[in-house]
């Protein structure tokens, strides 16, 4: 069987405009409806989504928000819930991100994103990743370890198989190169297996694991064939659009074999 690819544009606070937006998620689906076995989301502002969502039916195109309060309803000036986002049309929510996790969010407070994300039916897409390397003493393995174990602290092992895990290295994040294809493969069996000592193995196995950090058409072929991952979590190059158009084509005819 065919393992379907999946691949999230995160635009972050881009682009400046609806016009612009609409630009880009307009040609993001049309390529998307061409794939044969990859499913697209895009991450817009939040602002932009309910515009962005269409009356076309691309089944394997939709949209996705970039976090979602943990909160239900109520006094909270400034929050979005996640049944909200489910009620305009989303499907997924990225939960997580670093640059979240820099603005004060902690494990627990993302913990409390991904359980009100699943229960408004969501998919989260939970970003993990290291600050840094150390080569000589390994201590990002320790630190990836904590980070997963903390993050689905509380979650139910009914939700297991409803959750994205993105491994983004957070110093390949924004950066002028991705972490290289092999290291990718190594870290994205090491996430797997955290997230089998919370969840068991069963579940592990069938994780979707996408790599996220300086993600290009350039690279993305090698990243998906040699780094053995389910698919990527795209920033900058989500809102460049041609050169996104050019990454799916790309991931939808790589082979996992190291040959496009
Ligand atoms: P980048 O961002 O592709 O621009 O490095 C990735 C991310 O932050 O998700």
Redesign the pocket.
Known sequence: MIQRKLIVG?W?MNPATLEDARRIARKTRTAAAQLVQTDVVICPPSIFAAALISKKNTPNFNLGAQTASFEESGSHTGQISAAMLKNIGMTHVIVG???ERAAGDTDEMISRRIRAVLEAGLTPVV?VGEKSRDNEGGAHFEFLKDQIRNTFANISEKYAREIVLAY?PVW????KEAMSPEQIYEMSLFVKKVFGDVFGQASAMKVPVVY????TFRNAADIIAIGQVDGL?????SVNVTGFVELLKVVDTAKADGVN
Request: aromatic share 0%; charged share 25%.
């Open positions: 995160n972050k991100h670093s640059e970003c983004e390949a994040i924004g950066a996220g950090g300086s993600v979590l795209v920033g900058r190059e």
